[in-house]
């Protein structure tokens, strides 16, 4: 079992939220100061800034219902459905859907209070959610912030060193079908947490303490965004490996050990921009792009000639476009790391002054 950042900051945001209403003298806040905090918890300091609005308003409205409702036509169980029902309705169209639920509970419960009048109940309860969803966005503000760079980093780390070892094996083939598969499965998901991460970085790019002008979060954004994308050109080539294995177990020696070099020379090309992107490598260095030209057409011409054999060409051409599809990965993946060098050199060299969590990871 581990206890996480997030874990210890609800954790300590709850204590908070029961020890303040009991401190001012009403008890009866206490709980639903408690739930609110739960409920308030965000993954970002965005995220929990703008659950600090809608909440505000949406228990101000759900308290101003629950005393209208109560002094019209009293506290019986049909009335509350109703109450709860113009509630629902009202957020909706005020597009707060993702806060009706604390609402509604803050709604229920000062209507079904009994003990003091009606306008009291309601005060001490809709302040009572004001201190919880407060404290839950000074705590996920100013506590243990979320480190999202770090996430993202290691897990492109991650994903990458699978990424190169998948692609290794297949060239060699080396590959177990039906394991294949199941690694995919897992390397889609991984890059899923990498696009959710990517996210909430995202989210921090906004602040009401941000610095006017600072646009080296902004690029940092667009650094992590294209490392994501040569994941997936990454990915893709993979797949397309697998899902070629027929193809490309027919291709001449020659063909095969042309492939090999071309993307063991990329591959080693992506390591080494993420350690430069790490900072054990210098800004100007992975030049691994000086490929010549004639080099080039050489690469392009063998998989054109192989796509143009009588053999390929019988079944629908499904086998010659299948060749083609996999020189176009490779060229696209290569197209993707020659962007991501460029962005990783341009914003080592402009930024060098800026240490960023990944360079204190060695």
Same mark, same amino acid.
């Given at each position: 079992?581990?206890?996480?950042?997030?874990?210890?900051?609800?954790?300590?945001?709850?204590?908070?939220?029961?020890?303040?209403?009991?401190?001012?003298?009403?008890?009866?806040?206490?709980?639903?100061?408690?739930?609110?905090?739960?409920?308030?918890?965000?993954?970002?300091?965005?995220?929990?800034?703008?659950?600090?609005?809608?909440?505000?308003?949406?228990?101000? @409205? #759900?308290?101003?219902?629950?005393? $209208?409702?109560?002094?019209?036509?009293? *506290?019986?169980?049909? &009335?509350?459905?109703? /109450? =709860?029902?113009?509630?629902?309705?009202?957020?909706?169209?005020?597009?707060?859907?993702?806060? @009706? #639920?604390?609402?509604?509970?803050? $709604?229920?419960?000062?209507?079904?209070? *009994?003990?003091?009048? &009606?306008?009291?109940? /309601? =005060?001490?309860?809709?302040?009572?959610?004001?201190?919880?969803?407060?404290?839950?966005?000074? @705590?996920?503000?100013?506590?243990?912030?979320?480190?999202?760079?770090?996430?993202?980093?290691?897990?492109? &780390?991650?994903?990458?060193?699978?990424?190169?070892?998948?692609?290794?094996?297949?060239?060699?083939?080396?590959?177990?079908?039906?394991?294949?598969?199941?690694?995919?499965?897992?390397?889609?998901?991984?890059?899923?947490?990498?696009?959710?991460?990517?996210?909430?970085?995202?989210?921090?790019?906004?602040?009401?303490?941000?610095?006017?002008?600072?646009?080296?979060?902004?690029?940092?954004?667009?650094?992590?965004?294209?490392?994501?994308?040569?994941?997936?050109?990454?990915?893709?080539?993979?797949?397309?490996?697998?899902?070629?294995?027929?193809?490309?177990?027919?291709?001449?020696?020659?063909?095969?050990?042309?492939?090999?070099?071309?993307?063991?020379?990329?591959?080693?090309?992506?390591?080494?921009?993420?350690?430069?992107?790490?900072?054990?490598?210098?800004?100007?260095?992975?030049?691994?792009?000086?490929?010549?030209?004639?080099?080039?057409?050489?690469?392009?011409?063998?998989?054109?000639?192989?796509?143009?054999?009588?053999?390929?060409?019988?079944?629908?051409?499904?086998?010659?476009?299948?060749?083609?599809?996999?020189?176009?990965?490779?060229?696209?993946?290569?197209?993707?790391?020659?962007?991501?060098?460029?962005?990783?050199?341009?914003?080592?060299?402009?930024?060098?002054?800026?240490?960023?969590?990944?360079?204190?990871?060695?």
């Amino acid at each position: 079992m581990k206890i996480g950042a997030r874990t210890f900051k609800t954790s300590l945001a709850v204590f908070l939220s029961l020890l303040i209403p009991l401190t001012l003298g009403f008890e009866e806040g206490a709980s639903l100061a408690g739930i609110s905090v739960v409920a308030s918890m965000q993954p970002s300091v965005k995220k929990s800034y703008q659950t600090l609005v809608d909440r505000l308003v949406a228990n101000t @409205i #759900g308290g101003f219902v629950a005393v $209208l409702m109560t002094s019209a036509f009293g *506290t019986s169980i049909v &009335i509350i459905s109703f /109450a =709860t029902a113009i509630l629902i309705a009202i957020l909706h169209q005020m597009k707060l859907n993702n806060v @009706i #639920g604390l609402s509604t509970m803050t $709604l229920i419960i000062i209507m079904l209070s *009994t003990d003091g009048d &009606i306008y009291t109940n /309601a =005060t001490i309860r809709v302040l009572a959610t004001f201190i919880g969803v407060g404290i839950a966005f000074i @705590i996920n503000r100013f506590i243990l912030p979320p480190n999202y760079e770090k996430k993202l980093f290691q897990l492109t &780390i991650q994903v990458t060193d699978d990424l190169t070892r998948f692609i290794r094996v297949s060239l060699r083939k080396n590959v177990q079908y039906s394991l294949m598969r199941s690694d995919l499965n897992s390397i889609d998901e991984s890059i899923s947490d990498m696009k959710k991460y990517l996210t909430f970085l995202q989210d921090t790019e906004w602040s009401r303490w941000r610095k006017h002008g600072d646009t080296s979060l902004t690029r940092l954004l667009v650094v992590y965004r294209q490392f994501i994308r040569t994941t997936e050109a990454a990915y893709n080539l993979v797949k397309t490996l697998h899902q070629s294995e027929n193809v490309y177990n027919h291709f001449p020696e020659e063909l095969r050990v042309l492939l090999r070099e071309r993307l063991e020379t990329l591959m080693s090309a992506h390591e080494q921009i993420i350690l430069k992107w790490n900072g054990r490598v210098l800004p100007q260095e992975v030049n691994f792009i000086a490929y010549k030209s004639d080099l080039r057409i050489t690469f392009m011409q063998s998989f054109f000639n192989e796509a143009s054999l009588e053999s390929y060409l019988k079944n629908d051409y499904g086998q010659s476009n299948t060749v083609i599809h996999l020189m176009s990965v490779v060229l696209i993946y290569e197209e993707n790391l020659q962007h991501l060098n460029m962005l990783v050199s341009r914003y080592k060299s402009s930024h060098r002054n800026n240490v960023s969590t990944v360079d204190s990871l060695h």
